[in-house]
T-cell receptor, first 112, second 112 residues
Framework: SQQGEEDPQALSIQEGENATMNCSYK?????LQWYRQNSGRGLVHLILIRSNEREKHSGRLRVTLDTSKKSSSLLITASRAADTASYFC????????????FGKGNQVVVIP | KAGVTQTPRYLIKTRGQQVTLSCSPI?????VSWYQQTPGQGLQFLFE???????NKGNFPGRFSGRQFSNSRSEMNVSTLELGDSALYLCASSAYPGQDLLFGQGTRLTVV
C-alpha cells in the first residue's frame, strides 16, 4: 500500500511563483524523501529529511517535516519552466524494514 | 561515476512470454530496489536486495522474481506475461537500505 500521499495532485503556476506540495503518511518513519520525475524517465532524488529534523533546504527547495501530524511539505521558490515535473514523496519506515514507499505524485506545470 | 544502468531500455513482448530485466547499480552501492510504475497504480515496490539477499518483497504474484549477484548487479524476471504487466520498470540503488535512491532510466515493457 502507498505510505505517502501527496496533496495537491496537480498544480499549475506561473514562472516565478512558489509551488507548495504536501505529503501525509501513516506510520512512523526513519526518513522522508522527495523525488522529481520528468516525463516517464527515472526519478531524481531531491532531499532526504530524517525523523529528528524539522526543516531542510537545498537551493530553491525547502522541505519541512511535522512528525506529530505525520506530514511533510516541499516548497519550490521562484519556479522555472524547467521545474515542470512530477514530484513524489517517499518514506522509509521501521515497520517496512526501511524500504521506500512512494506516494502517487504531484504533477507540477510551470507556465513560462 | 557511472549512473544506474538498466537494460534494455525498451521491450515488446507477447502474452505468455517471459522477460528478464537487468540493473547495474552505482559502483559501491550494495542495495538495489525495483519498482513498477503505471499510470493507474503509480510506483509500486517490487523487491529490494542487499548483499545478494532479498530484504523486502512487494505484493506481486510469484511470476515476478529477482536476484542479486555478488557484484551487486540485479536482474528481475517476469514469467507468463500478461497485458497488465506493461509498465515502466525502475531500478534504483543505494549504499544501504533506507538511504536516498539513485534511479536508472527504466525499462519500458509493452506486452501485446
Amino acid at each position: 500500500s502507498q505510505q505517502g500521499e501527496e496533496d495537491p495532485q496537480a498544480l499549475s503556476i506561473q514562472e516565478g511563483e512558489n509551488a507548495t506540495m504536501n505529503c501525509s503518511y501513516k506510520t512512523s518513519i526513519n526518513n522522508l524523501q522527495w523525488y522529481r520525475q520528468n516525463s516517464g524517465r527515472g526519478l531524481v532524488h531531491l532531499i532526504l529529511i530524517r525523523s529528528n529534523e524539522r526543516e531542510k533546504h537545498s537551493g530553491r527547495l525547502r522541505v519541512t517535516l511535522d512528525t506529530s501530524k505525520k506530514s511533510s511539505s516541499l516548497l519550490i521558490t521562484a519556479s522555472r519552466a524547467a521545474d515542470t515535473a512530477s514530484y513524489f514523496c517517499a518514506t522509509a519506515t521501521i515497520s517496512g524494514n526501511n524500504r521506500l514507499a512512494f506516494g502517487k505524485g504531484n504533477q507540477v506545470v510551470v507556465i513560462p | 561515476k557511472a549512473g544506474v544502468t538498466q537494460t534494455p531500455r525498451y521491450l515488446i513482448k507477447t502474452r505468455g512470454q517471459q522477460v528478464t530485466l537487468s540493473c547495474s547499480p552505482i559502483s559501491g552501492h550494495r542495495s538495489v530496489s525495483w519498482y513498477q510504475q503505471t499510470p493507474g497504480q503509480g510506483l509500486q515496490f517490487l523487491f529490494e536486495y542487499f548483499s545478494e539477499t532479498q530484504r523486502n518483497k512487494g505484493n506481486f504474484p510469484g511470476r515476478f522474481s529477482g536476484r542479486q549477484f555478488s557484484n551487486s548487479r540485479s536482474e528481475m524476471n517476469v514469467s507468463t506475461l500478461e497485458l497488465g504487466d506493461s509498465a515502466l520498470y525502475l531500478c534504483a540503488s543505494s549504499a544501504y537500505p533506507g538511504q536516498d535512491l539513485l534511479f536508472g532510466q527504466g525499462t519500458r515493457l509493452t506486452v501485446v
